[in-house]
C-alpha cells in the first residue's frame, strides 16, 4: 500500500506541491534532451545515407572537444582553435571515408557497425596518446560562453536558470534548425535525402555516394564539436563523455532510426522524462541512478508496440 | 599431401554426415586435445595460465553463448556482458547460502538464471529486429549493471559493494579462492568449457540448429514452413544466455577471484563480440580463434617492447594496444568479413589440393 501510493501519488502531489522545482527538473530535462536530439540527429544522418549505425559518434564528441581543448593548450586563439578542429574532423571524415567504408561497401550491417566499433577504439588509443586521459576544463570563457545564471521566482518559488544551458539551448535550435534547412533547401541536402530514400535511384541520376558519406560524416563531426563544447562545459572534458552517445540510441529506438523529425522529438522526450523519472520515482524508490537505463526501458516499451519506433519506416518484410 | 582426402570412401549417409568427414580433422582435434589437456598443464607457468590459457577459455566460451544467438539465430546482441554477470552473481549466492555445495555444480547451475533472465529480455526479439533489437538488448545490459549496484542482497550486504569468491573446494582440492592452484582452476575451466562446446556443436547440428539457422536466413520464409518463430528464437535466448552465464561464473570464480558490478559494464560485451565476429559467426571454432587473438594480442604487444628494449611507459603500450587493437578489428572486417573460421576454411580448400594444384 506504501509502495503503491509511492509510485501513483506522493509524486503527483509533491509535483503539485512545488511547481517551481518541477518546471526547473523540466528545464533540465529539456537542456539534456535538445543535446540527446542533436547527437541523434548525427546518427540519423548517418544511417539514413549509408545503413551504417555509427558507434564511433561518441568518441567522436570527446575526440572533438579534447582537439579543441589541446590547439588551444598550444596558444592558438580559441575561435581559430574552433575552425582547426573543423578541419580535423573532415580530415577525420574523408580518412573514415577512404580507409574504412569504402572496401566495406556492401557489406552486411553488422560488418559496418562493427567497424564503427574498431574506428571507436582506434579514436580512443588515438586520443590518450595525444592528449592524456586526465579531465580537462572546456574553454567556455574563451569562446565567450556565459557563465551566470539568471533567477526567476514562478509563483513565489525559486527556478535558476543557467546561462550556459540557455545558451546550449539556443545554439542547439539554431543548428537543428540549420541542419532542416540545409537538408530541404540545398542540392547537397537534397541529395542526402535521396540517397536515403532508395541508393540506386539516386546513384543513377548521378549522385555521388563518395561525397555524400564523406559529407554526413563531417556533419556528424560539426554536431559532435558543438556537443563536446556544450557537454564539456558542464562536466569537464575527459573519456567519460562518450556516455552521452550511448544516451543518444534509446532516442534513436523511440524515434525511428530513418527519421530527422524522430531524432528531435525522440531526444526532447527521452530527456524530459528520464529527468522527472529519476527525481520523482528513481531516487525515493529505487536508489536513484536510474537514467543509466530508464530511457533504454521506456524505448524498448514503445517499440512492442510499434517495432519501428515512433516515427521509423514501416518494415515491410516479403519473402 | 598430407591433407587428402581421396580415398576416404563414405557408404552411408550418416557416415557423410558425421562429425568429421575427413580422417585428417579428428587427427588435428586429437592432437589439439592432446596440448590442452596434457601439454599445457605440463609446461604452462603460473603467468601463462592467469594471462592466457584460463581466460582464453573462458572468452570463448562467452563468445560461444554470444555465436550461438547472433551467428546461428541471427539476432544480435549487445548485453551479453550483463548476462556473465547475472551467472556470476547467481553463483556467489548459492555457493553463500548452500556452502556444502559442489563449485562445479554450483557454476553450471548458475547459467540457469541467467538463461531465465535471457528470456526475459529476448521476449521484445519476437517484434523487434536488427538494430532496434541490438539497441534493446542494451536496456538489459544497462539495467542489469545497475541492480547489481544497487540490490545489496546480491553481494550480501558488504560496504565494498564487490563481490569476493571464497575458498572452495572438492574433495579437499581447492578449486577457487586464494589458496586455489592455477592448474586445477585451468583442468576445471576446461572441462567445463569442453563439456559445452560439445553440447553447443551438436546442438547447431541437430534439429534446433538448424530452426536457428532458418530464422538467420529469413524469419517469414522460415515461419512459412512451420517453424515456430517463437520457440526458435526464446530457446536460443535461452541456450545463449546460459552458456554465456556458465562463462560469467567462471570468469569471477576461476580467474578474477572478484567482481564489482562494473566489471559486466558494456566494453566487456563489445570485447565478447569482437572474439565472435572476428572469430567468424556462425562457427564454433571461430569463437576459439578469436579469443586466442583478442585475449593474446594484448598480451604480446605488452611484451614486445620490453623484448626489443624499446623504451616506451605502460601507459603508452595499452593506448597504442587499445589503437592496434581498433586498427585490427578494421583489418579483419576488411579481409575477411566471415572471420578467421572462414581463413581456415579457405586454407583447407588449398591444402586439399597442394602441392599439386592441377
Redesign the interface.
Known amino acids: 500500500m506504501d509502495l503503491l501510493n509511492q509510485i501513483f501519488i506522493a509524486p503527483f502531489v509533491d509535483m503539485v506541491a512545488a511547481p517551481d522545482f518541477l518546471l526547473q527538473v523540466l528545464w533540465e530535462g529539456l537542456v539534456s534532451g535538445v543535446l540527446y536530439a542533436l547527437i541523434a540527429l548525427g546518427f540519423v544522418l548517418i544511417y539514413r545515407s549509408s545503413r551504417i ?1 555509427n558507434f564511433a559518434q561518441g568518441i567522436m564528441v570527446v575526440f572533438a572537444a579534447l582537439t579543441l581543448v589541446g590547439l588551444h593548450a598550444m596558444g592558438i586563439p580559441a575561435w581559430i582553435s574552433v575552425i582547426l578542429t573543423l578541419g580535423v574532423m573532415f580530415v577525420l571524415a574523408v580518412s573514415i571515408e577512404r ?2 567504408l569504402r ?2 561497401v556492401g ?5 559496418l ?3 564503427t ?10 586520443g ?2 595525444i592528449f592524456g586521459g586526465e579531465n580537462k576544463q572546456m574553454i567556455s570563457a574563451e569562446l565567450g560562453i556565459p557563465t551566470g545564471d539568471t533567477v526567476l521566482e514562478p509563483w513565489g518559488g525559486l527556478l535558476i536558470l543557467q546561462h550556459l544551458d540557455i545558451t546550449v539551448v539556443g545554439v542547439a535550435v539554431v543548428l537543428v534548425g540549420a541542419l532542416l534547412a540545409f537538408l530541404n533547401y540545398t542540392q547537397m541536402g537534397r541529395a542526402i535525402r535521396a540517397l536515403g530514400d532508395d541508393h540506386q535511384a539516386a546513384l543513377s541520376v548521378g549522385i555521388s555516394l563518395q561525397t555524400i558519406w564523406v559529407l554526413v560524416w563531417f556533419i556528424a563531426g560539426i554536431i559532435a564539436l558543438v556537443t563536446g563544447i556544450a557537454w564539456g562545459a558542464r562536466a569537464g572534458v575527459s573519456f567519460a563523455l562518450e556516455v552521452i552517445a ?1 544516451k543518444a ?2 532516442v ?2 523511440l524515434g525511428g ?1 530513418e527519421s530527422i523529425t524522430g531524432a528531435i522529438i525522440g531526444g526532447l522526450m527521452i530527456g524530459l522524462s528520464e529527468k522527472l523519472f529519476e527525481i520523482y520515482w528513481g531516487q525515493p524508490i ?2 536513484g ?2 537514467e ?2 530508464f530511457a ?2 521506456l ?2 516499451i514503445v ?2 508496440f510499434r ?3 515512433l516515427f521509423g519506416e514501416r ?1 515491410i ?3 | 599431401m598430407l591433407y587428402r582426402t581421396a580415398g576416404q570412401y563414405k557408404t552411408s549417409y550418416e557416415a557423410d554426415q558425421a562429425l568429421f568427414p575427413v580422417r585428417q580433422d579428428a587427427v588435428l582435434l586429437g592432437i589439439i586435445l592432446l596440448f590442452v589437456w596434457v601439454i599445457f598443464p605440463l609446461t604452462a607457468s603460473e603467468f601463462t595460465f592467469q594471462t592466457l590459457l584460463i581466460p582464453i577459455l573462458i572468452y570463448s566460451l562467452a563468445a560461444l553463448g554470444l555465436n550461438i544467438l547472433t551467428g546461428y539465430a541471427g539476432q544480435l546482441s549487445l548485453g551479453t556482458a550483463a548476462f556473465m554477470g547475472v551467472g556470476a552473481y547467481a553463483c556467489y549466492k548459492m555457493i553463500t547460502i548452500m556452502p556444502w555445495m559442489n563449485p562445479i555444480v554450483a557454476i553450471l547451475l548458475s547459467g540457469f538464471f541467467s538463461a531465465g533472465v535471457g528470456v526475459m529480455f529476448g521476449i521484445p526479439s519476437l517484434r523487434i529486429k536488427g538494430f532496434y533489437l541490438a539497441i534493446a538488448t542494451l536496456a538489459a545490459q544497462f539495467f542489469l549493471v545497475w541492480l547489481f549496484e544497487k540490490w545489496a542482497w546480491l553481494y550480501n550486504y558488504n560496504a565494498s559493494g564487490a563481490i569476493q569468491v571464497p575458498n572452495l573446494d572438492i574433495f579437499g582440492l581447492y578449486v577457487s579462492g586464494p589458496q586455489a592452484d592455477s592448474i586445477v582452476q585451468y583442468y576445471v575451466v576446461l572441462f567445463i568449457v569442453s563439456l559445452l562446446t560439445w553440447l553447443c556443436i551438436n546442438l547447431t547440428r541437430g534439429t534446433l540448429g538448424r530452426t536457428w539457422k532458418a530464422t538467420r536466413d529469413m524469419d517469414i520464409a522460415a515461419e512459412l514452413i512451420g517453424i515456430n518463430l517463437m520457440r526458435s528464437k526464446l530457446t536460443a535466448f535461452a541456450i545463449s544466455s546460459y552458456v554465456v552465464g556458465v562463462a560469467g561464473a567462471l570468469f569471477v570464480f576461476m580467474w578474477r577471484g572478484a567482481a564489482e558490478p562494473n566489471l559486466f559494464d558494456i566494453p566487456l560485451s563489445f570485447r565478447i563480440l569482437f572474439i565472435a565476429i572476428i572469430g567468424g559467426l556462425g562457427s564454433i571454432m571461430g569463437n576459439y580463434l578469436g579469443a586466442i587473438l583478442i585475449v593474446g594480442l594484448p598480451v604480446v604487444l605488452n611484451l614486445l617492447p620490453e623484448t626489443l628494449g624499446i623504451p616506451i611507459s605502460s601507459s603508452m603500450v595499452e593506448h597504442l594496444n587499445i589503437m592496434i587493437v581498433g586498427s585490427l578489428i578494421v583489418f579483419f572486417l576488411i579481409v575477411e568479413p566471415h572471420g578467421l573460421a572462414q581463413l581456415w576454411r579457405l586454407l583447407r580448400e588449398k591444402l586439399i589440393l597442394w602441392p599439386f594444384p592441377y
Not at chain 1, 557489406?107 to 560488418?111: F, L, T, V, W
Not at chain 1, 574506428?119 to 580512443?124: C, G, H, Q
Open positions: 549505425f580507409i574504412v572496401p566495406l557489406q552486411p550491417d553488422i560488418i557497425f562493427m567497424a566499433i574498431g574506428i571507436t577504439l582506434f579514436l580512443i588509443g588515438l590518450e596518446i550511448y540510441l534509446p534513436l529506438m532510426l529505487l536508489g541512478n536510474t543509466t537505463w533504454f526501458v524505448a524498448l517499440l512492442l517495432p519501428q519506433g518494415i518484410e516479403r519473402v
